[in-house]
């Protein structure tokens, strides 16, 4: 069977809370066939891991690395979430701005129009400030 992965089956998997969700999400993740994950719901497990349960960056990139690792979970680019995965926690960014960096990366653009200087942090691509 085909299903779309939801947030918080993600998000009890990792944090065992509440116990009884918890144990049903890592049997289905362990059970699934195929299960798709959008972008945006590993954008959105990164921040409920960071905001409501208090990770720290290493525990949330490892969440993270773990999630695209499950065999059965299937993304539209690995490769772009790893590398937002990457520049998330070794490269101290926010996971959005992370994503918008692994995307400039991997197109031909690679320029970000933005007033957030931490952009300049990545040396990979150029922030254009609009003036």
Same mark, same amino acid.
């Given at each position: 069977?085909?299903?779309?992965l939801d947030t918080n089956i993600i998000v009890r998997h990792y944090t065992g ?18 299960? $798709? ?14 905001? !409501? !349960? ?17 065999? @059965? ?6 490769? $772009? ?26 197109? @031909? ?14 040396e990979t691509v150029r922030r254009e400030e609009p003036a």
């Open positions: 069977m085909t299903a779309f809370d509440p116990p009884a969700q918890a144990r049903l999400a890592t049997r289905y993740l362990e059970q699934a066939d195929r299960l $798709l994950l959008p972008d945006l719901i590993l954008a959105e497990v990164a921040y409920v891991l960071e905001s !409501y !349960y208090r990770m720290s960056r290493d525990q949330v990139a490892a969440a993270l690395r773990s999630t695209l690792a499950i065999p @059965a979970v299937r993304v539209f680019d690995r490769d $772009l979430l790893q590398r937002t995965v990457e520049l998330y926690d070794i490269h101290r960014f926010g996971f959005a701005d992370a994503y918008l960096v692994a995307s400039a990366e991997r197109s @031909a653009v690679g320029t970000i129009a933005s007033f957030d200087r931490g952009i300049d942090r990545a």
